[in-house]
């Protein structure tokens, strides 16, 4: 048995964190200086073989020779395939030596860029999303997940006042922090369903909510309690955005906007901001989702309106039709017919 390790001295549990957190964050360093590297190399590889099939006109045979020279004379290393050297000359085309997008991809993991440079073309909008996964820390997936689902575009999209009822900069940050359209593909959910439904179904999948309203929202609870004059009334959906520092009320309709709606949650926002907020919080945040909007009379409701408000239309993917349902092939008969494919060479 080993010796009793002595009592741990005064200061030594601020010590251990101090120094936990200073090696957590040289590791990180580290991590990012290695990807850096690879990065820079991998491009200096793509120049190289875009110059010679230029000037030399080289061809696939000869990358798949060269890759099969490269891992024989590195047979450790990862990354020398012929499909990768491809992504190499691809990328050194379209990430110009010195250029925005080339610094960005060298925070970035290197299928991060491959990635981008696939499946977004416009320079511009590449170099958003490249700064919006360093900034969040995308995964692979989620950043497929955005672009598929046009984040770029929807971003900042919502028809709201911030302008008028917030000072600078939070107004612009507020109106960058909304979308229009939210995209709620994640529900499968019958076309004619009502509001509390819809609700229902975006708290059990509030991952995916969380992450589809972006960075910054903290979930604070569904048909959230408030007292005005001896009355009840219920927010849908309470968040907390710790960016903007301000709470962010929730109307979900299950149809079409209407000018009503703009008066009852500028009253919602009143309770809020004289129930819930804090003295150092920013004021309160509205936003209405619905299934679609006209967009002058939502300028209208909004125009005179006191507090910040914003309007914007989701997305949903219905469930089935009970007549297509029928005609479609099991799990059984897809997996029957998979079978009979040819493997993958």
């Known amino acids: ?9 005064e200061g030594y549990p601020e010590l251990l964190e101090e120094l936990k957190g200073r090696i957590a964050a040289a590791r990180v360093k580290a991590a990012l200086a290695v990807n850096a590297e690879l990065v820079t190399l991998y491009l200096s590889i793509g120049r190289d073989i875009l110059a010679r099939q230029e000037r030399q006109g080289w061809g696939a045979k000869v990358l798949e020779r060269l890759s ?22 691809t990328l050194a085309r379209e990430l110009p030596d010195g250029s925005i997008g ?16 696939q499946k977004v073309k416009d320079p511009g909008e590449r170099d958003w999303y490249a700064q919006a996964c360093i900034e969040h820390g995308w995964s692979r997936n989620v950043l497929e997940m955005q672009i598929e689902t046009g984040l770029y575009g929807r971003q900042g999209g919502a028809t709201t006042n911030f302008e008028r009822t917030l000072p600078s900069p939070q107004s612009d940050l507020a109106r960058e922090t909304l ?3 939210y ?20 708290v059990d999948h509030i991952r ?13 609870g569904t048909q959230v309690p408030l007292t005005v004059g001896e009355e009840d009334y219920y927010l849908d959906l309470l968040f907390y955005h710790v960016k903007l520092r301000c709470y962010v009320v929730i109307e979900l309709k299950a149809g079409g906007f209407k000018p009503e709606y703009a008066g009852k949650l500028n009253f919602y926002l009143s309770a809020v901001d004289d129930l819930l907020r ?29 507090k910040p408000l914003g309007v914007s239309e989701y997305q949903l993917t219905e ?20 079978g009979e494919l040819p493997g993958d060479e």
């Open 278 to 306: 804090h003295p150092d919080d920013q004021p309160s945040i509205g936003l209405i989702l619905c299934r679609g909007k006209n967009r002058v009379a939502v300028e209208y409701s909004l125009r005179d309106m006191a």
């Open 1 to 9: 048995m080993g010796k009793n390790l002595p009592a741990k001295p």
């Open 102 to 117: 080339q610094q960005l991809a060298a925070q970035l993991p290197w299928f991060h860029s491959c990635t981008l440079v």
């Open 68 to 89: 099969k020279d490269l891992r024989r004379a590195f047979p450790e290393m990862k990354g020398l395939s012929v499909r990768n050297l491809k992504y190499m000359r």
């Open 183 to 202: 995209n709620f593909e994640f529900l499968t959910i019958a076309e004619d369903a009502h509001e509390r439904a819809i609700e229902r179904g975006l």
């Open 319 to 338: 469930s089935l039709p009970d007549k297509l349902k029928g005609s479609l092939p099991s799990v059984e008969e897809l997996e029957a017919e998979l």
């Open 179 to 181: 979308k229009d359209p």
């Open 208 to 220: 995916d909510f969380l992450l589809e309203l972006g960075q910054g929202f903290a979930f604070m």
